[in-house]
């Protein structure tokens, strides 16, 4: 069983960035692919970005894409996510997860990964 903590959070002005980290102990994370995870207020927990447990296969959401890259050092069990041009709506906790069942593809679905981190508040103001 794999325990992840989060790190990196922070406020920020918008057009900044900020790097997250997902420390992982308990288990290699090269048995998991891994995903970040984000949940606003009174929003349903969103997918941000996903890679497999090699790194071959990465995605992204779409309002993301081209802001955000997701990467893994297997040797160190951290999972990092690099964030630039952030905005006001990247506002929320972000999560790191683990999924032990690779099934071909990144899942979407926070239901599909088994561990989670306990977060970590990213904030952008306008």
């Known amino acids: 069983q794999v325990q992840l903590v989060e790190s990196g959070g922070g406020w920020v002005q918008a057009g900044g960035s900020l790097r997250l980290f997902c420390d992982a102990s308990g288990s290699t994370i090269s048995m998991y692919a891994m995903a970040w995870f ?48 952030l905005k006001p709506d990247d506002t929320a906790v972000y999560y790191c997860a683990a ?9 979407r679905g926070p239901l599909d ?8 508040q990213v904030t952008v103001s306008s």
């Open 38 to 85: 984000r949940q606003a207020p009174g929003m349903e927990r969103e997918f941000v970005a996903g890679i497999s447990r090699s790194a071959s296969v990465i995605l992204y959401a779409d309002s993301v894409k081209g802001r955000f890259t997701i990467s893994r050092d297997n040797t160190k069990s951290t999972v990092h996510l690099q964030m630039n041009v």
């Open 99 to 107: 999924d032990k069942q690779w099934r071909g593809r990144i899942l």
């Open 113 to 120: 990964y088994e561990y989670w981190g306990q977060g970590t």
